[in-house]
């Protein structure tokens, strides 16, 4: 079982592409069948193994795992973009291949025994297994597997353009499926199609518990049947789900699964805000809680249960080091106020990170300056060997700064080079055609506050000493609504004076930055509040899960703070991040609107990679003209996940290199006793 992590750290889990390597051919010339694939060296595990060398192969099954999630949920179809997907969905369906965890990039046979495909890699076939079966004891078949693939592709535009270039999947054989791609030597294809996850054809074909016909293009809250170790259980719409181990699992005892899927039932508790769904696990409603802010882990774990040891809590490295992340600030440069990329500069010197860490993080992160930070794939330096070449080739398309300028976040954390750091902030804007200058001679809201409180007062008396009549009950009501507009609908005081203005148009600037709860308010505000000292009216929106969605979707946003995680092999899924194909795409994680030739010839140098050197090579280039385009303002990480835990809960003693495992090889010492 993969189950997919949360909260900032999610977006660092939810992309492991591979690239794989070249293969040979049988004797016959047919293209051989393999058990494994892998990218970095050959696959650790030969055909045959007993079980990956990271679980406990007697773990025992049973007792229960209570988790949290922020939001709402309102379907269980786990094909369809539309609506807010249940947590724990991936716990009920079966992929055609799973990853291993002790390695950067390796994938073994889950629903598929073995794979398939030639030196060209112009397409790839599949065998299912023959003992696959479905939660109601029908057999997986070649016609579930085209059917979920031509779904995903159909009602999930990210998954339209991660499988862009697989034309099209057929049976092939009483157990084979074959997708053939539109281009040769994508070494990544056949990976990435055994990812996908499988869904029963004649399930969904079939009538519902109403009598009437199912429909997969709809959201729905009817337990979805699966393939996987874990069934819908019980519900309640939106707040709670809980799923339970099959017993009858077809795939319990095959190798990729032994040590796994240990708990006897999993269920998601739905919080408002991280604050709610903290205090749930510090009051033992919940058993797991993943770390994200700095003043919690640092302030809110003196409560009895830490220091009697009933809590236990561990910082471990193990999940960071096969992937890099970018976050920040993203400017939607759909809006034509982001185009300029001086524009884009400035807003980076408004970002005082030092000073942010020291007085809000305790010093925990570091400021990222890469969007491959963490991983050999970062640029640094100027570049030379094989990243020069590639430029050099492409140097007609791509910034000039790229071959004399190493990229550099401005550094702040003190008074004088915070102003340093503003006024050339000012000065890009100034080269970008925005000027500082003086608001219009508007009446200062203040104004208005005082004079609503003056004839609340005169109202008042008036009324006390019954003078004017029903006039004093109109002073009161002048009053009361001016004060109204004042706290609710008139711009902050801050914005009372100079205003950044588009020399052409006369337009102050105006940034509105969205979230997604508050919990990185914390961040935004101060960086909000650094734009209004040079005159930029900006804003802080923090809306809901559900509006927060839609508005990406809609590309209805000025700014975010979002960002991608990234494998150690990068392939499809960054012309999903950068391509000028996904600018316009609906859901794409296109979310800056990059448009640009020469970031569109680099993320095809990444995906046509020959080997690992130009692979290196060409993603370093990548690298680095994203980061001279300006389109983020980088953020902060911390190369490491902050967990915290009931003392319920056994493990391996050795976790794999790459990852926690959790829930995946843990189990519950109540289940062993």
Same mark, same amino acid.
């Given at each position: 079982?993969?189950?997919?992590?949360?909260?900032?750290?999610?977006?660092?889990?939810?992309?492991?592409?591979?690239?794989?390597?070249?293969?040979?051919?049988?004797?016959?010339?047919?293209?051989?069948?393999?058990?494994?694939?892998?990218?970095?060296?050959?696959?650790?595990?030969?055909?045959?193994?007993?079980?990956?060398?990271?679980?406990?192969?007697?773990?025992?099954?049973?007792?229960?795992?209570?988790?949290?999630?922020?939001?709402?949920?309102?379907?269980?179809?786990? &094909?369809?973009?539309?609506?807010?997907?249940?947590?724990?969905?991936?716990?009920?369906?079966?992929?055609?291949?799973?990853?291993?965890?002790?390695?950067?990039?390796?994938?073994?046979?889950?629903?598929?025994?073995?794979?398939?495909?030639?030196?060209?890699?112009?397409?790839?076939?599949?065998?299912?297994?023959?003992?696959?079966?479905?939660?109601?004891?029908?057999?997986?078949?070649?016609?579930?597997?085209?059917?979920?693939?031509?779904?995903?592709?159909?009602?999930?535009?990210?998954?339209?353009?991660?499988?862009?270039?697989?034309?099209?999947?057929?049976?092939?054989?009483?157990?084979? &499926?074959?997708?053939?791609?539109?281009?040769?030597?994508?070494?990544?294809?056949?990976?990435?199609?055994?990812?996908?996850?499988?869904?029963?054809?004649?399930?969904?074909?079939?009538?519902?518990?109403?009598?009437?016909?199912?429909?997969?293009?709809?959201?729905?809250?009817?337990?979805?049947?699966?393939?996987?170790?874990?069934?819908?259980?019980?519900?309640?719409?939106?707040?709670?789900?809980?799923?339970?181990?099959?017993?009858?699992?077809?795939?319990?005892? $095959?190798?990729?699964?032994?040590?796994?899927?240990?708990?006897?039932?999993?269920?998601?508790?739905?919080?408002?805000? /991280?604050?709610?769904?903290?205090?749930?696990?510090?009051?033992?409603?919940?058993?797991?809680?993943?770390?994200?802010?700095?003043?919690?882990?640092?302030?809110?774990?003196?409560?009895?249960?830490?220091?009697?040891?009933?809590?236990?809590?561990? &910082?471990?490295?193990?999940?960071?080091?096969?992937?890099?992340?970018?976050?920040?600030?993203?400017?939607?440069?759909?809006?034509?106020?982001?185009?300029?990329?001086?524009?884009?500069?400035?807003?980076?010197?408004?970002?005082?990170?030092?000073?942010?860490?020291?007085?809000?993080?305790?010093?925990?992160?570091?400021?990222?300056?890469?969007?491959?930070?963490?991983?050999?794939?970062?640029?640094?330096?100027?570049?030379?060997?094989?990243?020069?070449?590639?430029?050099?080739?492409?140097?007609?398309?791509?910034?000039?700064?790229?071959?004399?300028?190493?990229?550099?976040?401005?550094?702040?954390?003190?008074?004088?080079?915070?102003?340093?750091?503003?006024?050339?902030?000012?000065?890009?804007?100034?080269?970008?055609?925005?000027?500082?200058?003086?608001?219009?001679?508007?009446?200062?809201?203040?104004?208005?506050?005082?004079?609503?409180?003056?004839?609340?007062?005169?109202?008042?008396?008036?009324?006390?000493?019954?003078?004017?009549?029903?006039?004093?009950?109109?002073?009161?009501?002048?009053?009361?609504?001016?004060?109204?507009?004042?706290?609710?609908?008139?711009?902050?005081?801050?914005?009372?004076?100079?205003?950044?203005?588009?020399?052409?148009?006369?337009?102050?600037?105006?940034?509105?930055?969205?979230?997604?709860?508050?919990?990185?308010?914390?961040?935004?505000?101060?960086?909000?509040?650094?734009?209004?000292?040079?005159?930029?009216?900006?804003?802080?929106?923090?809306?809901?899960?559900?509006?927060?969605?839609?508005?990406?979707?809609?590309?209805?946003?000025?700014? $975010?703070?979002?960002?991608?995680?990234?494998?150690?092999?990068?392939?499809?899924?960054?012309?999903?991040?950068?391509?000028?194909?996904?600018?316009?795409?609906?859901?794409?994680?296109?979310?800056?609107?990059?448009?640009?030739?020469?970031?569109?010839?680099?993320?095809?140098?990444? $995906?046509?990679?020959?080997?690992?050197?130009?692979?290196?090579?060409?993603?370093? /280039?990548?690298?680095?003209?994203?980061?001279?385009?300006?389109?983020?303002?980088?953020?902060?990480?911390?190369?490491?996940?902050?967990?915290?835990?009931?003392?319920?809960?056994?493990?391996?003693?050795?976790?794999?290199?790459?990852?926690?495992?959790?829930?995946?090889?843990?189990?519950?010492?109540?289940?062993?006793?």
């Amino acid at each position: 079982m993969h189950l997919a992590k949360k909260k900032a750290g999610l977006i660092l889990f939810l992309i492991s592409t591979t690239l794989l390597l070249a293969t040979g051919t049988a004797e016959s010339g047919e293209p051989a069948w393999r058990t494994g694939i892998a990218t970095i060296d050959e696959p650790k595990y030969a055909e045959g193994f007993s079980h990956f060398d990271y679980v406990n192969p007697e773990a025992p099954k049973g007792g229960d795992l209570r988790l949290s999630e922020q939001g709402t949920f309102d379907t269980f179809n786990p &094909v369809l973009a539309k609506g807010e997907a249940a947590v724990g969905l991936s716990l009920v369906f079966d992929t055609l291949m799973k990853p291993s965890l002790d390695e950067p990039s390796a994938e073994y046979g889950l629903l598929a025994e073995a794979v398939s495909y030639p030196g060209d890699f112009s397409y790839a076939t599949f065998r299912l297994r023959p003992e696959a079966r479905w939660a109601d004891g029908q057999p997986v078949t070649p016609e579930d597997v085209v059917f979920s693939f031509d779904k995903a592709k159909d009602l999930d535009p990210q998954f339209a353009i991660y499988y862009a270039h697989v034309t099209k999947a057929e049976v092939t054989g009483e157990r084979e &499926v074959t997708f053939t791609f539109d281009e040769k030597n994508n070494r990544e294809l056949p990976q990435i199609i055994g990812q996908l996850q499988i869904v029963p054809k004649h399930w969904w074909l079939a009538n519902g518990p109403d009598g009437k016909p199912r429909d997969i293009s709809r959201t729905t809250l009817e337990p979805v049947m699966g393939s996987g170790p874990y069934k819908i259980a019980s519900f309640s719409p939106g707040s709670r789900i809980r799923y339970e181990l099959r017993d009858d699992y077809w795939g319990k005892n $095959i190798n990729v699964n032994v040590g796994q899927n240990n708990f006897g039932s999993i269920s998601y508790t739905y919080y408002g805000d /991280a604050d709610v769904e903290f205090e749930a696990f510090r009051s033992d409603n919940t058993d797991y809680w993943f770390e994200i802010e700095a003043k919690r882990w640092a302030t809110a774990y003196n409560f009895p249960a830490v220091q009697d040891g009933r809590v236990k809590r561990e &910082v471990l490295e193990n999940p960071y080091r096969s992937s890099g992340v970018m976050v920040g600030f993203i400017p939607n440069m759909r809006r034509d106020k982001f185009k300029d990329p001086r524009l884009r500069r400035a807003l980076n010197y408004a970002f005082d990170f030092e000073e942010l860490n020291r007085t809000s993080f305790f010093g925990q992160y570091q400021r990222i300056d890469s969007y491959f930070y963490g991983t050999e794939l970062a640029s640094s330096g100027l570049p030379d060997g094989r990243e020069l070449e590639i430029l050099e080739e492409l140097r007609d398309l791509v910034p000039p700064a790229v071959f004399t300028t190493a990229y550099k976040n401005p550094v702040g954390g003190d008074p004088a080079s915070f102003r340093e750091n503003m006024r050339h902030a000012v000065e890009l804007f100034r080269e970008a055609g925005w000027e500082i200058k003086p608001a219009p001679q508007d009446i200062h809201p203040i104004f208005f506050l005082g004079g609503a409180i003056l004839a609340v007062i005169a109202g008042a008396l008036a009324v006390r000493k019954n003078r004017l009549g029903g006039m004093a009950g109109g002073l009161i009501a002048v009053g009361a609504a001016t004060a109204c507009y004042y706290l609710l609908l008139s711009p902050a005081s801050d914005d009372f004076g100079p205003r950044m203005t588009n020399v052409k148009t006369g337009e102050p600037l105006r940034i509105e930055i969205l979230l997604n709860g508050p919990t990185l308010e914390r961040v935004a505000l101060p960086y909000a509040q650094n734009l209004r000292r040079i005159g930029i009216e900006a804003r802080v929106r923090t809306v809901d899960a559900s509006q927060y969605t839609n508005r990406l979707r809609n590309r209805d946003y000025d700014m $975010i703070y979002s960002g991608w995680g990234e494998s150690l092999n990068p392939g499809n899924e960054q012309a999903e991040y950068w391509g000028s194909k996904s600018v316009d795409r609906e859901g794409s994680k296109n979310y800056a609107g990059i448009n640009d030739p020469g970031v569109d010839a680099l993320v095809n140098r990444v $995906i046509f990679a020959k080997n690992r050197e130009d692979l290196i090579a060409a993603t370093k /280039a990548l690298d680095r003209v994203l980061l001279a385009g300006d389109y983020i303002v980088p953020g902060y990480t911390l190369r490491a996940a902050r967990i915290a835990y009931w003392n319920k809960f056994g493990r391996p003693e050795e976790l794999p290199k790459y990852s926690i495992g959790f829930p995946d090889i843990w189990w519950s010492k109540s289940a062993a006793k």
